[in-house]
């Protein structure tokens, strides 16, 4: 099993081969590449404030697979969550970490994925994603929250 590197922001270990988190740095990049990581699975925009200016080029530079699966924070897709899944059912026998910007996304991602999953846990994802945040309005639907619509999207330790 990988260790933790709870340095980067809202990392989170999801089994014994997969890790999330927020944008790491560079270095940061470097520390998971140390840990066995062979792919690196990014779902927040390049543009986005705080994505590195060459995420694919450092990744690719350190020996790891770059995988990008940009998803507009205001309007996930079922396109979206199908690439990710995808990947995800693809990279079942390597180490992968996988991050957006603030580790959001993606735990809602993993979180949609686990109630489709007989080999995840529901629970565990649902109390994942909300160690983070609990999505509203916008990610409801994509969820399949029903309580979510209309609510704000409130963040751990800000909202709640």
């Known amino acids: ?44 925009p390049h543009s986005n404030k705080g994505a590195l200016d060459d995420e694919a080029g450092t990744v690719t530079s350190l020996g790891m697979e770059y995988v990008y699966i940009p998803v507009e924070f205001d309007n996930p897709t079922d396109e979206n969550y199908n690439d990710f899944k995808q990947v995800i059912d693809d990279l079942r026998s390597s180490t992968i970490h996988v991050h957006c910007i603030y580790n959001a996304r993606v735990s809602a991602f993993f979180y949609r994925y686990a109630k489709s999953n007989p080999e995840a846990s529901v629970e565990y994802a649902l109390a994942n994603m909300e160690s983070i945040w609990r999505p509203g309005d916008d990610w409801a639907d994509f969820i399949g929250s029903s309580d979510a619509k209309g609510q704000p999207n409130r963040y751990a330790g800000d909202d709640y």
């Open 1 to 44: 099993m990988i260790s933790d590197l709870s340095d980067i922001l809202n990392w989170r270990r999801i089994n014994s081969r997969i890790t999330t988190s927020g944008q790491p740095s560079e270095d940061q990049l470097a520390e998971i590449k140390r840990l066995g990581v062979t792919h690196v699975v990014n779902l927040g």
